[in-house]
């Protein structure tokens, strides 16, 4: 019986385990069985539990139970080792002894980078973009952005509801790394006012002159949803040198972070401004509708592809429709911020 494989690795999504069934349940239906490897590309390694236990044949009936869930059920994990180019020969090895006819890998970026090494070794690969991030240029959305997204929407909705309760205007920080799509698609569906991002220059003085007049106007829930890779594009502001006199407990050379932002705005614009890091449950979320129908789309097009002989592709959507470029054309395609809503989210 001819054999594939998958991994899920890097950071978790929601919607991973719905790929894992997608591609469980078109194996099964050409006929096809599945190799789960656990802990990303440790487990081609045998890197955590030995390679008996990290490599093994995946039962359709265990993993029909996994489609509902959360996280992912194969473990994922970051692989230093793998940078290292003896260590992805014996990856490649490994998976070679395995009779597959190729591997899925679903991740982000990074995973990606490492699918497109093991394509270079001879095995096929195809990548499935598991990431909260939508970091990816070459696809509109990655699995478990959407469920991210509505995460965020339903906690700044409640937020702005005791904002509004208290007069008090709230900093929200959402995830996304050095992307700023999750923090701009919270704040356009939450009518937040302001958002801040790694992709667009910020100060805080100007985001303090805002806030100002939108509380001074009425607005006293005003929300200001910043992306946790936003600080790096924050114009420089020390944040010692300002909060030190006001007798906030920081220390010389701090970083920016959410809290600091809402108290340095407080003083700023004497408005009750309080923080709110959403944190991990963005990727613990149950996954959406619309993450599991690309989840499901994207497993079955991936063993498809490989059943055909085809590797080296990654999955994406494109107006809607889930399709698949090479990996090597997807990783050097460049990403294109909406600035036009980004400018007026911050402006209306
Ligand atoms: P993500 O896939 O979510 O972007 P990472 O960037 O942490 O997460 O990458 C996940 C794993 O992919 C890394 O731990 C490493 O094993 C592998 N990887 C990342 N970059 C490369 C690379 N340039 N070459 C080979 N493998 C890589």
Redesign the pocket.
């Known amino acids: 019986m001819s054999r594939i494989a998958v991994l899920t ?3 978790d999504s929601p919607g991973m385990n719905s790929a894992v069934t997608s591609i469980a349940r078109t194996a099964a239906y050409y006929g096809l069985s599945l190799i789960g490897i656990k802990r ?2 440790n487990g081609l390694l045998g890197l955590k539990d030995g390679a008996e236990n990290d490599i093994y044949e995946m039962n359709l009936d265990t993993v029909l139970d996994l489609a509902d869930l959360p996280g992912t059920y194969l473990r994922t ?7 290292d180019p003896k260590v ?1 020969e014996e990856a490649a090895r490994n998976l070679k002894q395995l009779d597959v006819i190729g591997l899925v890998v679903i ?8 699918a ?2 093991l394509c270079k070794l001879g095995i096929p690969c195809i990548g499935i973009p ?2 909260i991030d939508n970091d990816l240029p070459y696809t509109e959305m990655t699995l478990g952005y959407d469920t991210a997204v509505n995460c965020d929407v339903e906690a700044v909705r409640a937020i702005r509801a005791t904002s509004r309760s208290h007069d008090r205007p709230a900093v929200v920080e959402v995830m996304g790394r050095n992307c700023g799509d999750i923090a701009l698609s919270t704040a356009e569906a939450t009518g937040s006012e302001i958002v801040l991002v790694p992709e667009m220059p910020w100060s805080v003085e100007e985001v303090a002159e805002r806030l100002t007049k939108l509380v001074a106007a009425g607005n006293t829930r005003a929300t200001i949803v910043v992306a946790e890779g936003a600080y790096a594009s924050m114009k420089p502001f020390d944040v010692y040198e300002y909060l030190r006199p006001f007798g906030k407990e920081v220390y010389h050379g701090q970083h920016m972070n959410a809290n600091l932002l809402a108290s340095t705005l407080k003083h700023m614009t004497h408005a009750e401004v309080r923080a709110t890091v959403i944190g991990y449950t963005q990727r613990g979320c149950q996954p959406t509708a619309r993450d599991c129908t690309f989840a499901f789309e994207a497993g079955n097009m991936a063993v498809v592809l490989l059943k055909s002989g085809i590797g080296n592709q990654v999955i994406g959507t494109r107006n809607n429709r889930t399709f698949h470029t090479s990996i090597d054309t997807a990783l050097c395609e460049t990403r294109n911020f909406k600035e036009s809503l980004y400018n007026l989210i911050n402006s209306l």
């Open positions: 690795s890097g950071g990303g590309y994990a970051r692989c230093a080792q793998f940078m992805r991740g982000g970026d990074g995973s990606f980078h490492g497109q090494q598991g990431t």
